[in-house]
């Protein structure tokens, strides 16, 4: 497999795994000012992520997967939902109702093209 590079400009945003109850990074690569790749996903802790800082920045934008994604490091999910009460990235199954892992809330999931991101350092 081939490594992808990522710009200066790269941060990660922390991710929850509904099925193992644990959070992740993913490396987040700007592509313009409201398009953004997924690169890799990592382990961490939320301590780890806190001291990182990977909750400082906010974007608005368009998510692309790169070819070399891996997705969340526990279930293998590329595909993700973010809960529209608290704003978490959460690993997204094909339900068609989620509750979400960090604020458990309840409710449908809806399509969209653009979505709010939070993330930081790196």
Same mark, same amino acid.
């Given at each position: 497999?081939? $490594?992808t *590079?990522? =710009?200066?400009?790269a941060?990660? $945003?922390v991710?929850?795994?509904? !099925?193992?109850k644990k959070?992740?990074?993913? /490396?987040v @690569?700007p592509?313009? @000012? #409201?398009?953004?790749k997924?690169?890799?996903?990592?382990? $961490?802790s *939320?301590?780890?992520? =806190? *001291?990182?800082g990977?909750?400082?920045k #906010?974007?608005? &934008? =368009?998510?692309q997967?790169d070819? !070399?994604y !891996?997705?969340c490091p526990?279930? &293998?999910?590329?595909?993700?939902?973010?809960?529209c009460?608290? &704003?978490?990235?959460?690993?997204?199954h094909?339900?068609k109702e989620? /509750?979400c892992?960090?604020c458990g809330?309840?409710?449908g999931?809806?399509? =969209? @093209?653009?979505?709010?991101?939070?993330?930081?350092?790196y």
């Open positions: 497999m081939s $490594i *590079r990522i =710009s200066k400009k941060f990660a $945003i991710a929850e795994c509904p !099925n193992e959070p992740y990074g993913i /490396t @690569d592509i313009s @000012d #409201k398009e953004f997924f690169v890799w996903a990592f382990k $961490i *939320r301590e780890g992520a =806190s *001291r990182e990977f909750d400082k #906010k974007v608005h &934008g =368009s998510i997967y070819a !070399n !891996n997705g526990y279930c &293998g999910a590329k595909a993700f939902y973010i809960c009460k608290c &704003g978490s990235v959460v690993c997204y094909d339900e989620v /509750t892992p960090v809330y309840h409710a999931v809806q399509e =969209s @093209d653009e979505f709010d991101l939070s993330g930081g350092g």
